[in-house]
């Protein structure tokens, strides 16, 4: 192959580099607003289950609760 031509490959594959690169930073943020969304929900059902049995701490291994 010429210069220019393998010139012009690596061109078109830092091209496609470039879009896949764009392609997972717009999935990034998608991810990033979803887990936030998990983390709010998170909060309100602590917020509730302090509500309703105070401070303490649940072991998800066990599904206990442990006040403090």
Known sequence: ???????AKFIEQFGVLEMHTQEINIQKEILKEEFKKHQQEEIKISET???????????LT???????
């Open 1 to 7: 192959k010429s210069v220019q031509e393998k010139r």
């Open 49 to 59: 289950l302090q509500q309703k049995y105070g401070n303490g701490s649940i072991d």
């Open 62 to 68: 066990k599904g206990e609760f442990i006040s403090q």
